[in-house]
């Protein structure tokens, strides 16, 4: 309910700090507060601001390198086609390597490390070979180049967007379904073997369900949320938009990999204003980031609220 409300607002708010606050606020009143495992709690909060940080560092440098290496220079165009096929086989071969390595043990493919290396190396060279290929497609406009001078050099970053887009929609695949589909993975675990598990074997239609979900609240709602954070936090351009994707999906696949319940929206958005930062405070709308900012704070105590009503409100009508 909370997230309805704050995707229709166009608030980039956390799937994950709704659901976790949402079961805090359960699991205080439905069971006792002494159930909330309070240091894992503190854990995920932790990540919640790491993740931003992290997201926002690692977009500055990327964005710096491509300021350095490219737009500094009398002739961009040719050094956008040097350098852009490396940046798409780094973004390439980040995604690859972390999927090989943390997704594919799930569906019983057992890879070693070599081979693992090996392999994303090999799967990245041939995205940057197709990446290169579109890229010399690519034909200067002295029209265009005369209203905005890089517009050809953003599309040429442009190809480049679509991997690190690829990348990021698989990140966000890979942390935010588990927000939805956990807890009816545990309540599907305990209605099948009758016990508490820490950990529930998962059907396959569950995920597909979580899945299908996501793709329905992009194609209605999702697209107040993208116009925030694509449009007011800062300007991006292909160049801007590649490094805050490509920091982002790397911070959220590494932690996906490793457990951590890190916030896919907060990462993004850290990484938007990592390349802001890039560019001078100037160019970032503190209005929109301290909007932002204050709906980050209320998401946790609207889902632990909303939980509560919620509990007691089935509690009265279904006794």
């Not at 002295?142 to 050809?152: C, L, N, R």
Request: hydrophobic share 55%; charged share 10%; net charge positive.
């Amino acid at each position: 309910t909370w997230l309805l409300v704050a995707s229709k607002s166009g608030w980039p708010v956390s799937t994950t700090h709704s659901i976790v606050g949402a079961i805090v606020g359960f699991a205080a009143v439905g069971i006792g507060i002494e159930a909330v495992m309070w240091g894992k709690v503190g854990t995920i909060v932790m990540s919640w601001v790491v993740s931003p940080l992290t997201a926002g560092f690692i977009a500055y440098l990327i964005y710096r390198s491509v300021q350095k290496l490219i737009l500094a220079h009398e002739n961009p165009l040719e050094r956008a086609r040097r350098y852009v096929p490396v940046y798409i086989f780094l973004a390439a071969f980040t995604m690859t390597l972390v999927t090989i390595l943390k997704g594919l043990k799930h569906v019983g493919l057992e890879i070693s490390t070599q081979q693992a290396y090996l392999l994303a190396v090999a799967i990245a060279v041939g995205i940057a070979l197709i990446g290169s290929y579109f890229i010399s497609k690519i034909k200067p406009d002295p029209a265009a180049e005369k209203d905005q001078h890089y517009i050809t050099v953003e599309r040429v970053f442009a190809v480049l967007m679509v991997v690190t887009a690829c990348g990021m929609a698989f990140a966000h695949g890979s942390n935010d379904v588990a927000n939805a589909i956990g807890p009816l993975a545990a309540v599907i675990g305990v209605a099948t073997t009758g016990t508490i598990a820490a950990q529930s074997s998962l059907p396959i239609w569950v995920l597909m369900l979580g899945g299908g979900g996501i793709v329905i609240g992009l194609a209605t709602f999702g697209r107040h949320v993208i116009a925030t954070v694509g449009r007011k936090i800062t300007q991006l351009t292909p160049s801007r938009g590649f490094a805050a994707e490509l920091a982002a999906a790397t911070t959220i696949v590494i932690a996906s990999g490793t457990g951590i319940p890190i916030s896919t929206t907060h990462t993004l958005v850290g990484a938007v204003l990592g390349v802001g930062m890039a560019r001078g405070i100037e160019a970032i709308d503190l209005r929109i980031v301290t909007r932002i900012f204050v709906s980050w704070v209320v998401t946790i105590p609207a889902g632990a609220i909303l939980a509560i009503i919620f509990f007691f409100a089935f509690r009265a009508f279904l006794p």
